[in-house]
């Protein structure tokens, strides 16, 4: 009997941890199946789901970019949290045999912001850089918990436009959310911040920039309120240069791995039936770093 399994599919795939993460949990769990990756480019992704259908090993996939929203029209459903989103990054095979799309990705995002997002705030805000697919689950997410959005993008109106589609006033009495280019933020600023306590202020990088083989990321920290929080979804490399710009001027950052391991925890359950060993998550980092 072939050996159920699962991928991650994208372009390009060869930099995905992935594999990693679902073969640990896969491992430890002691479940007979494989998770693998496979490069899907954009004109090939009709015929890679039409292969799969009728694959019956197949349990489903990770998407990731550049076919986030591509993919959507080709699937039989889509999950709401992922309609809203209008983004899926997973594919399930369902009982009946029809292709479920969903997004893990909002979870996965406000997963390593829980402890966070449980405390009080007087006022949050987010400046989030890019506006793809990730970007869409990221602003829907923060704007679910209260978040006033500053989207930044080469293209202004089409952030204009995410930010209208996905983020409702935030806050108890509104708040405008603002639409930028993605320049704006990469030269100093002499800007005086207001008093940030009792604030929870984030700055995102939502895009591919700081990828390795992609354009560098170019943001001046002269932006950020005093206390925010870096967060840089890119996780190849993992420590980028946004980052590691980040704690030399002082603020705390996040990871993209934070992110991948959370979506991932979800993913895993759509797949393979069973939650994946969180406690061993410290071990499941020191497993990805060794690759």
Known sequence: MTR?????????IAQSKSPVIHGFWLAELGIAADYR???VVPA????????????????GCNVTMPHKQAIMPLLDR???LARRVGAVNTVVRAPDGALEGH?????GFLEPLAPVLAGTHLFRMARVLGTGGAAR?????????????????????KARALLDELAPPAGPHGGDHHAVDITHFAHPTDFAF?????????VVNASMLGMAGQPPLHFDWSHAPPGSIAYDIVTAPLDTPFLQ????????TIDGLAMLVGQADHAFAHFFGQRPPRARDADLRRSIFSV
């Open 137 to 157: 689950a990221i602003v829907a997410g923060l704007a679910d918990h209260g978040f006033v959005i500053v989207l930044a993008g080469r293209d202004p109106d």
């Open 245 to 252: 710009d980040a704690r030399a001027a002082g603020f705390a």
């Open 78 to 80: 889509i999950d709401p």
């Open 103 to 107: 997004n893990t990705d909002v979870p």
């Open 44 to 59: 090939g992704l009709a015929d890679y789901l039409a292969a799969r259908r009728t694959d019956s090993a197949w349990r």
């Open 37 to 39: 990756q496979t490069h």
């Open 194 to 202: 207001d008093d940030r306590k009792g604030c929870c202020d984030l």
């Open 4 to 12: 159920p399994y699962a991928e991650v599919i994208g372009d390009p």
